[in-house]
């Protein structure tokens, strides 16, 4: 692999979309929360259950941790396994009322990760979703447009090897990890979701050719 091409490819996407300026909300909780929804669906699906989780005052971590199980299902239905995602919610939100949100996001960046990572719900690129946009602590998130973006540059490897990479040849910095990751993310739906793989900005990075 070349050095520094994950530098590179950072500088053509930001280059080509502008800063995006994520994670989309207005509090830390609501980040955890929308971290926890997005699994398995849509962004505008998660925005709807946000809307609705805001107009019930339950996008605070005491209410929802003492949400009517019943409402929470009605609310989050809209992002599909509904009964799962409901209790997790409350899960999550249980634990940051009882440990205090600002003690958890003190951890040291590992051990934070290896918290959410214990609780239900929470896989490799939730906590790290969490870890970055929540608690605002150095971790790369890794997503399948990563994966396959990576691949079609020649770089391939499982969740903790294409996160080790990224980590070793950028900045350890909190801002380039979220606008890299959003780039992705919106690159990503706007080519590579549409097919737009003759007009892609990355193809020269490939030394194998598509
Ligand atoms: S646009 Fe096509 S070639 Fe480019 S990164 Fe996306 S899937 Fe790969």
């Not at 692999?1 to 207005?26: F, N, S, T």
């Not at 939100?93 to 239900?120: I, Y």
């Amino acid at each position: 692999m070349k050095v520094g091409i994950l530098c590179r490819v950072y500088d053509l996407l930001l280059d080509e979309l502008g800063p995006q300026h994520w994670w989309p909300a207005d509090t830390a909780f609501e980040v955890v929360v929308g971290a926890m929804l997005t699994q398995q669906t849509k962004w505008t699906n998660v925005e709807k259950a946000i809307e609705g989780l805001k107009e019930n005052d339950l996008l605070e971590v005491d209410p929802l941790s003492r949400a009517d199980p019943g409402l929470l299902e009605e609310l989050v239905r809209c992002c599909g396994f509904y009964r799962q995602k409901a209790s997790r919610l409350k899960g999550i939100a249980g634990f940051f009322a009882e440990h205090g949100m600002e003690n958890v996001f003190s951890m040291p960046v590992d051990e934070l990760r290896r918290t959410l990572l214990s609780l239900k719900g929470v896989g490799n690129e939730t906590a790290d979703s969490i870890v970055l946009y929540a608690a605002e602590k150095p971790k790369f998130v890794i997503d399948a447009y990563t994966t396959r973006m990576m691949k079609c540059i020649g770089i391939e490897g499982d969740y903790m090897q294409l996160q080790g990479m990224f980590e070793e040849q950028l900045p350890k910095d909190v801002g380039i990890y979220k606008e890299y990751h959003a780039l992705i993310v919106e690159y990503s739906k706007a080519y590579c979701g549409r097919n737009r793989c003759n007009e892609c900005i990355l193809k020269d990075l490939n030394e194998n050719g598509y």
